[in-house]
């Protein structure tokens, strides 16, 4: 039974299925995960967009999981503006020490971070809190599913604890914990630790302006904005007050909730965090958007049935270039062109066991010229492919190449 986890409806719409094979996955921070199979619904009842997994996620993070396993210090990085990058790690401990400024004053200030991974957010928070104490700061680490991650905690800082179960905390933060957890364990994650006077953040990405999370199959849950409201109004009811921003974190929600604290002053709160423009594309509707990203069942259907396309090569992004290359079974890509010149010259493996390097859009007409190369498939959100394809198909079109958007149906 594929009900909605939330309203618990049988109304849900499948909207696409998504791969992972051994060694694959199309997030950079999962190469080496297990296979597995999931499929994404919409609940037509209560907008709740979810994923039913065929198999277990517990098998998906294997002991090599390549975040963990590669670079203790590793870390992902984040567009904080059009060619400006940042380590997550260190936005996140930034925005903490925001947050701690604008919270009720405690002392000592209990703070509990769930979901925290290695510890990097807790590593670089602490190591600025210890160098300028403003005030006495307690910090406990929490992991919902993996307990594996206390080796780190421990190798990169000690100046925290492991959570105390029985224990309430002033603050609890969470960044991109929410989406990977089950709806019936919300509670006991994050709403049972915070005292009553306290806060809690989390964020999660924003579909409207990160379309591609809907691609990640260990996100159990994707949220919107109105989404995101009616998770917590279904969960809180009248217990706890709250607001949400999509201008505090790049493409993604960031929502402060606390049982005293009124949603007027969580909105001051948040306002005083916003250190972005609005990433979200006020004009893109959740219903277009669900579905152009199902459109691409069919191409990936009809690529699969005819083998038609042989040969061709990528333009856009890895994460998306990955998804289509885990699901085009029977076509081998040959190579993958990126605009963004900090992705050139990287490695990019495909799923059949070849790899490329990223070559620079500049190269593409050469590269498909000297390799006869004649269908070139643009891997980029369906916002962005759209445009694109618009823009330069007659000028691919002049030089006997077929340029391809995977997100419509083919004719």
Known sequence: MNSCPLCLADQGQELLTRLTEAGHSITSDSKFCDSLTGNCYSCSHCGHIYNHIRGSLEKFYVDQYSLLTNDILQDQLIFIGPEKTMARSLFQSNLLHKMVKLLPASEPLSILEVGAGKGLTAKSFLDIAIQEPRQDIEYSLHEVSISKYKNFWEKINSHYSIVNRKKKYDFVASFFTLEHCEIKNIKTSYLDYVTDGGIIMLTV?????????????????????????????????????????????????????????????????????????????????????????????????????????????????????????????????????????????????????SHSQVFHYSKLFEYCSKNSIRNVILTLSPTDAALLYQQHSSDFANVNLTLINPWRCPS
């Not at 929502?255 to 965090?273: A, P, R, T, V």
């Open 205 to 353: 990405p924003n579909l409207l302006s990160n379309a591609g999370d809907l691609l990640v199959i260990d996100h159990t849950s994707h949220f919107t904005p109105d989404n995101l409201s009616s998770l917590f109004d279904n969960l809180c009811g009248n217990q706890f007050s709250y607001s949400i921003s999509d201008s505090v974190f790049p493409r993604s929600l960031v929502i402060l909730l606390s049982k005293s604290i009124g949603e007027e002053k969580l909105s001051y709160m948040l306002q005083s965090l916003d250190q972005h423009q609005s990433m979200t594309n006020q004009d893109l509707k959740l219903e277009k958007l669900l579905n152009d990203l199902s459109q691409s069942q069919y191409f990936i259907s009809h690529v699969n049935a005819n083998n038609s396309l042989e040969p061709f090569v990528f333009w856009g992004a890895g994460f998306y270039a990955k998804y289509f290359s885990l699901h085009m079974k029977n076509s081998d890509p040959l190579a993958l062109f990126d605009s963004n010149p900090d992705n050139t010259n990287q490695k990019f493996d495909f799923t059949n066991g």
